[in-house]
């Protein structure tokens, strides 16, 4: 039996969800037919919702008001992004089974900032804040993409340089893969721990467009190719999800880690 509602508290809770589902403006009439509830309803609740400045009146519709913004600022102010990008990839590694970071470069090094999940039964997980040797996974042709060329040169020690299966990795392949994968949006690398696992990795961007982190899941396969389908959607809606908390709110440790890169030369 559904919950008995609470002098339209719920119903206009119900329109405020909606609109935050359909991230764009809406008519009464499509609120109407989204939320199942009376036309009448829907045209009394929506005119309170507008006096109280949850919502207001657009050209194309209604559209979400200032007052919406106010408490998702204070929010995102009070939970903090790390807390709140680790909610994004513990979901990531629920919908797909695999191992989920965020990782950032620290003064040259690779650090898995925030890690989610289990690979292989549990026996690998990360440990947070850890300082690895920057090696070419995915992640690291994420996050050095916007980078120049000669920045990464110069500070990259050329016997680092070695793929998943120890042989030498030759620059201009190196940049080459790290350029195409700024153009897909992803890179992915088979073969690392033995071949046991392929890593996949999408940027994560600030406010001006720098790439501050990368999100990374670990697939226990040798090869992507069988998962892509079901994995790259997800990682990717994980990207975008943690790109637009930092369009919203800072993360000073990643955006002051850019800051000692871009200075590095």
């Keep these: 039996m559904p919950a008995k509602r609470t002098n339209g508290t719920e119903r206009a809770l119900d329109i405020l969800d909606c609109m935050a589902r359909l991230n764009r403006s809406a008519s009464r009439v499509e609120l109407v037919s989204e939320t199942g509830m009376p036309r009448s309803t829907v045209y009394a609740v929506t005119e309170f919702l507008l006096q109280r400045g949850w919502l207001t009146e657009g050209p194309t519709g209604l559209l979400l008001g200032p007052q919406a913004g106010f408490i998702s600022n204070a929010y995102l102010h009070q939970q903090g992004f790390e807390h709140l990008a680790r909610q994004i990839l513990a979901e990531l590694s629920e919908q797909t089974g695999n191992l989920s970071e965020l990782d950032v470069i620290d003064n040259w090094y690779h650090v898995a900032a925030l890690s989610e999940g289990l690979f292989a039964q549990g026996y690998l997980r990360p440990v947070e804040g850890a300082r690895l040797p920057l090696m070419p996974t995915a992640a690291a042709r994420i996050m050095l993409a ?30 080459s893969e790290m ?17 046991l696992a ?27 190719a069988p998962h892509l389908a079901a994995n790259l959607p997800p990682l990717m809606e994980a990207g975008k999800k943690l ?19 871009m200075s590095s030369g």
Excluded at 155 to 160: F, G, H, L, R, V
Excluded at 251 to 261: G, T, V
Aim: proline share 5%; with cysteine; charged share 20%.
């Design 198 to 224: 392929t890593t996949l990795a999408c940027p994560v961007v600030g406010e001006n467009g720098q790439i501050l982190a990368s999100v990374c899941i670990i697939i226990q396969s040798g090869s992507a």
């Design 146 to 175: 916007d980078l120049p060329e000669s920045l990464i040169r110069q500070n990259i020690p050329e016997e680092a340089l070695r793929d998943a299966h120890g042989a030498y990795l030759p620059w201009e392949r190196f940049i």
């Design 179 to 195: 350029r195409e994968g700024q153009l897909k949006g992803y890179v992915h690398i088979d073969g690392w721990l033995g071949g």
């Design 243 to 261: 790109s637009a908390l930092l369009r919203r709110m800072s993360w000073p440790y990643a955006e002051s880690c850019k800051r000692r890169l």
